[in-house]
């Protein structure tokens, strides 16, 4: 069993930065991509930003200079700070991480529940 259990959402005003957290625990034999999605009500679910275990990260247009993601690989986390936040950031934002349970059995898309980002117009 695979846990992804997020953290650091809220409001926040125009200009301002956020940091959420994402910690990935149970029968974890290796993880290989890391990253976040967000979507808006009625809207897909898109990408954020993702990082391999050797730190090759990828970006969103609309996040690129403001948002930076990392992780750390010993404690099976990743984090996504955002920075210069504005209205059309505001989306549940969604911890993903690539997952493989043992030697052999590949690997496994598994998600977080979760957590709202709110920046008011």
């Known amino acids: 069993q695979v846990q992804l259990v997020e953290s650091g959402g809220g409001l926040v005003q125009a200009g301002e930065s956020l940091r959420l957290s994402c910690v990935a625990s149970?029968?974890?034999?290796?993880?290989?991509?890391m990253g976040w999605y967000r979507q808006a009500p009625g809207k897909q679910r898109e990408l954020v930003a993702t990082?391999?275990?050797?730190?090759?990260?990828n970006y969103a247009d609309a996040v690129k200079g403001r948002f930076t993601i990392s992780r750390d690989n010993a404690k099976n986390t990743v984090s996504l700070q955002m920075n210069s936040l504005k209205p059309e950031d505001t989306m549940v934002y969604f911890c993903?991480?690539?997952?493989?349970?043992?030697w052999g059995l590949g690997y496994h898309h598994y998600w977080g529940q979760g957590t709202q980002v709110t920046v008011p117009s």
């Open positions: 990082i391999t275990s050797d730190g090759s990260t």
């Open positions: 149970g029968s974890i034999f290796a993880i290989n991509l």
């Open positions: 993903m991480s690539l997952i493989s349970l043992g």
